[in-house]
């Protein structure tokens, strides 16, 4: 399957900034995070902006967007009604303290945002499902949208509380550590699988043409993160810049995992066993 | 609701590939260069001369499944189905997002690059309501190609694949989509594939 740039920038830009506001909330509840939420928000706004336009270059006739609301049963219908409350709701809390205060409401805006922005990336994930695309007929596509910004989330909560207080603690360290370890495993999982699709459509994601997307994956995705944020506990010198290069290099080591994603995605051949004379990949 | 389900019987034993099929099907329906509703893939050549040689023809459409796939995932409802169960395109809605050509199984959608819209077999179904072949059955050399009524037993087509029903199959039924073109399977020639689905 060819790669379609417009979604590899706009799913990145969900889970970057959605995953940051679910973690970033997740943190403020259950440690007390320093991380300001308004400020997450704003963040968050701003990549689903970039995301959203991204999006809009992937559609043939764009001045029909509004036509997306039509089928319910779609998950691209349930992204597109789940958009315009999470961005209310992200506002809400960007809003709080800078043009009014909600008080103890501010928890209860955190709360519905972070489950619009958890809604939003499941719809997603689930548009991706697809049994047409042996590669894609898997739950791990889901688990793998939510623990991609799972990871990128909890990186980024590390640089936020990292700036604003210039120390973080270490248990939420091991939990970026943790949850990117345990999102580059389901990532070797779903490679693994795709060797073995059938429907005469494996993929060697070791070689041409996915070895590019393979190795920025491996370098970006998992090698740098990880070891930028164990060397927080070897040499903490500058952790703000360790940090910061992990949080980047988890962004690019998705939208480099998003292109071997697609590139994988092959169709179903109506009749693997034979040698077809016309190219049926589109 | 109509009773009528419209559906296309094609015999691959007939098949000869000359891909009149293809040629009548751009000029019945004004279909742009570069956009295909309508193909006719050869399958092999495998296996050995003379006696296990394997090689057929596939004209391959628009299934017009009984469950599509393509109107479940259409954001805009611009891929229907009518009651006689032909699947369509509303061009006035399609936006392009063309998650519709990845859904589909049988890959019998394009997106027209000139119109930015997600174009299909329409079954000819302008013909069929006034009691005619699509124009692929209708040129058809061999006569491969059977279109009608699959609801109605007395029809042509029902009996054609009520008199073929040991060779009928319909591809790729564990998606579940209920394809309404349904194949006869050739006498010689697709041994493997015969094997494969256990006939």
Redesign the interface.
Known sequence: ?QIHWPLIVSTTCQRVGLGLFICAFLGFVCVGSPVGLSVVAWITLVLLAVGGVASVF?????K??F?????P?????QE?IVTPFLGAALLACGLDGVLYDLGEASLLAGAVAAALAAAFLVCTGL?YQ????PAWNTPFVLVLFLLTALSAGTIGVVVLWLVSVGLVPVVFVWAAVASTAVCVACQIAYVARMRSVGYGVNVEATKEPYRPYFIAWVVMGAAVPLTMLLSLFIIPLAPVISCVIAWLSCACGIAAWTMLFFRG?H??K??P??????N?D? | MSDKRYGMVIDLDKCTGCQACAVACKMENDVDLGVFWE?V????P?GEFPDKL??FY?P?QCMHCENP?CI???????TYQTDEGVVLVDAS???????C???????AR??NPHT??VEKCILCVHRLEKGEQPLCAYTCTTGCRVAGDLGDPESQVSQVLAQNEDRAYR??PE?GNKPSVVYLLPRKGAE??CK?IGR
């Not at chain 2, 809605?93 to 998650?99: H, P, R, S, V």
Request: charged share 20%.
């Open positions: 399957m992937h559609l043939q006739r764009p029909r967007f036509n997306a609301f039509k089928n049963k779609s998950h691209l219908t597109a548009a697809m049994g047409s695309r995605a169709k179903v109506m009749f066993m034979y040698p077809v004379d016309l049926l589109m | 193909r893939y050869r399958m092999g495998i394997e090689m596939f391959n796939s479940d995932v259409c954001p805009t409802k611009a809605l399609c936006f392009g997002c063309q998650y050509i990845w859904a589909c199984p049988y890959e394009t997106l930015k819209i591809v790729h998606f493997t594939l494969s």
